[in-house]
């Protein structure tokens, strides 16, 4: 694996809460990204980061925030965690110019 | 319509058989594209990905290409009961040369294959 780690693996919240999920990755890479998966979705984009403290919505970004001030850590932020948020959360990052995306391997969130 | 469709599945088909999948995609300004494959409960993991019209090659893996009918497919020969998975088709706005578009993928909804002994 290309040393990408998401933290927890596994949660369960309440309606109303905030949660945090970690992406820390340790090959310097520039691009990272947070996706989530749902049956019969597929993958689809939240946000996206192309460099330290720079960001930006991708295609389902209401409700979540995003920080990234440091290279190896991108943190995901659900300001209020809602039923619809269940889902299992990706992050991927890029190495620059090159063709593969290293995945994490996934946090499972429930909001109950 | 859905930006990235893939062929519904399940699919099932024997060992040794070719398998086939099949994705289209509505975006015209794609410029990359990608096969994931996803086990059960894990990450997606990329087993090819193609940006010329045409015909990759890859072990026993085949992306095929055609942008004017805005056609991706993948082909798996001699199928393996471990190719047992979710197949996921992916596109970029983002060419080759890399940079932020590049990962900014739409995903199909996947398509569940299943090779049986």
């Known amino acids: 694996d290309a040393g990408i780690t998401q933290s927890p693996r596994h949660k369960v919240t309440e309606t109303g809460t905030p949660v945090t999920l970690r992406c820390h990755q340790t090959?310097?890479?520039?691009?990272m990204y947070w996706y989530r998966q749902d049956p019969g979705h597929g993958l689809r984009l939240i946000h996206y980061?192309?460099?330290?403290?720079?960001?930006d919505k991708g295609e389902v970004s209401d409700g979540y925030s995003v920080s990234r001030s440091k290279t190896e850590d991108f943190l995901l932020t659900l300001e209020s965690a809602t039923s619809s948020q269940t889902s299992v959360y990706f992050c991927?990052?890029?190495?620059?110019?090159?063709?593969?995306?290293?995945f994490g391997q996934g946090t499972r969130l429930t909001v109950v | 319509q859905k930006e990235v469709e893939q062929n519904s599945g399940p699919l099932s088909v024997p060992e040794g058989a070719i398998a086939s999948l099949n994705c289209t995609y509505s975006?015209?300004?794609?410029?990359?594209f990608f096969w994931y494959r996803q086990y059960s409960g894990k990450s997606p993991e990329l087993i090819m990905f193609?940006?010329?019209?045409g015909d990759k090659e890859d072990g026993r893996f085949t992306a095929q290409l055609n942008k004017a009918s805005q056609y991706v497919s993948l082909l798996i020969r001699d199928s393996q009961p471990s190719d047992s998975a979710t197949y996921l088709c992916?596109?970029?706005?983002?060419?080759?040369?890399?940079?932020?578009?590049?990962?900014?993928?739409?995903f199909g909804q996947g398509t569940i294959l299943t090779v049986h002994p």
């Open positions: 992916a596109v970029s706005r983002g060419g080759r040369a890399g940079g932020t578009s590049y990962g900014k993928l739409t």
């Open positions: 090959e310097n890479h520039r691009y």
């Open positions: 975006d015209r300004g794609s410029q990359s």
């Open positions: 193609i940006y010329s019209n």
């Open positions: 991927a990052s890029y190495r620059r110019m090159n063709t593969e995306a290293f």
């Open positions: 980061s192309y460099g330290v403290k720079d960001t």
